[in-house]
């Protein structure tokens, strides 16, 4: 078999797919999926949703973050800074009264006080859900409203 055979037959790993920056969330959609979750009564899932909207973190920076990044001594702050992973530049954002109830919802039912990290896994390897379980969980919100999961 010569070399342009086989290369004739192969296709590329990634045809079909959208690959690079995904489509931003309109506000109508922010807003069907934040009714969706509180109608589901997810404390974690609300919150996250919450803050990613507010902080427009990198989803490596908003699995990371801790209890102390947003809360002291119980109370949410009205702002936040994170540094980024990927750049080690600090993020500074704001935190909406929305989210702060939404984190305030979260905490009551974290354990050990709240002194860990804010989204929790499940193994003990990795205290915190991974980049794939909050990629999971984004496309799960976009299905719950009817939008095309690859594009966002």
């Given at each position: 078999?010569?070399?342009?055979?086989?290369?004739?037959?192969?296709?590329?790993?990634?045809?079909?797919?959208?690959?690079?920056?995904?489509?931003?969330?309109?506000?109508?959609?922010?807003?069907?999926?934040?009714?969706?979750?509180?109608?589901?009564?997810?404390?974690?899932?609300?919150?996250?949703?919450?803050?990613?909207?507010?902080?427009?973190?990198?989803?490596?920076?908003?699995?990371?973050?801790?209890?102390?990044?947003?809360?002291?001594?119980?109370?949410?702050?009205?702002?936040?800074?994170?540094?980024?992973?990927?750049?080690?530049?600090?993020v500074k954002f704001e935190v909406t009264e929305h989210t702060r109830l939404s984190i305030e919802r979260l905490l009551e039912q974290l354990p050990s006080g709240g002194s860990g990290y804010l989204f929790l896994g499940r193994s003990k390897q990795r205290p915190h859900i991974s980049t794939r379980q909050y990629s999971r969980i984004v496309h799960a919100w976009a299905e719950s409203i009817g939008l095309e999961t690859a594009m966002y």
């Open positions: 078999m010569s070399e342009d055979t086989l290369y004739a037959r192969t296709q590329p790993w990634n045809k079909g797919l959208f690959i690079g920056q995904k489509k931003p969330l309109q506000p109508k959609h922010v807003w069907s999926i934040r009714v969706r979750l509180e109608l589901r009564k997810s404390p974690r899932d609300l919150a996250l949703f919450n803050l990613a909207i507010d902080s427009k973190l990198r989803a490596c920076d908003l699995v990371r973050l801790r209890v102390n990044d947003l809360c002291q001594a119980g109370k949410v702050h009205d702002r936040a800074t994170v540094i980024q992973q990927k750049t080690g530049k600090p």
